[in-house]
């Protein structure tokens, strides 16, 4: 079965722009969760999605949203991009929020410059 | 997890050997923890997991041990390969009374295989 796809994998945008990201979770899951990976903090959990509903947020500024739609497909949008927004953005998809199993997507590659 | 600096530790060992790759994690709550593989240009990939009610897991050349008293969690390798060369991410996850949380990782090792 098709693993979870994320589009695009690679994005260059300017400081100030705004960026969508796309993410299609495994047929069946409900869950989708999103994180930040950086040289410098690592793995950071964002926010997680189940029924097109946020269950869960992380230690991020507002300009970091999400949505979900009944398709169970997820976009996260960052606004007002700063440089240190630059970073490997993974999405992972699970059944539903009782189980454990997360899978993840290949990430898509943010540079702000 | 423990906060992330700005380099990996690092393992290097030759090819053949057995590995140790170690963790500590946060929270005496997390009831569930994984380890992940990450190589380069590609997400996390799941290696094994293991409940808090135990203290030892084996899958096919993987081992994991969890002590819950100091909050350590450490991922054997046996007979490594230079296709193991990745990042390792540990994870745990907390329960929240029947749903599970999210991943909450350690810092990664970047293990290095010489053939």
């Known amino acids: 079965k098709a693993g979870v796809t994320q589009t695009p994998r690679y994005l260059i945008k300017t400081r100030g722009q705004q960026v969508t990201l796309s993410c299609s979770p495994i047929s069946g899951h409900r869950s989708v969760s999103w994180y930040q990976q950086t040289p410098g903090q690592g793995l950071q959990f964002l926010f997680e999605y189940f029924s097109e509903t946020q269950r869960n947020k992380g230690n991020f500024p507002g300009r970091f949203s999400g949505r979900q739609f009944s398709n169970s497909r997820s976009e996260m949008n960052v606004s007002t991009l700063e440089l240190g927004d630059s970073a490997l953005y993974l999405c992972?998809?699970?059944?539903?929020?009782?189980?454990?199993?997360?899978?993840f997507g290949s990430g898509t590659r943010l540079t702000v410059v | 997890g423990e906060s992330v600096g700005l380099h990996l530790p690092t393992l290097s060992v030759q090819e053949g050997d057995n590995s140790i790759i170690n963790c500590a994690y946060s929270?005496?709550?997390?009831?569930?923890f994984i380890w992940y593989k990450q190589e380069s240009g590609k997400g996390p990939q799941f290696i094994i997991d293991i409940r808090s009610n135990m203290d030892k897991r084996q899958g096919q050349r993987v081992t994991v041990l969890l002590n819950k008293t100091v909050k350590h969690l450490s991922l054997q390798i046996a007979a490594t390969q230079p296709g193991d060369s990745a990042v390792y991410f540990c994870?745990?996850?907390?329960?929240?009374?029947?749903?599970?949380?999210?991943?909450?990782f350690g810092k990664g090792t970047k293990l290095s295989v010489k053939p």
């Open positions: 929270n005496s709550a997390s009831d569930y």
């Open positions: 992972a998809s699970r059944l539903g929020v009782s189980t454990y199993g997360y899978t």
């Open positions: 994870a745990e996850i907390l329960n929240y009374g029947g749903s599970q949380g999210n991943l909450i």
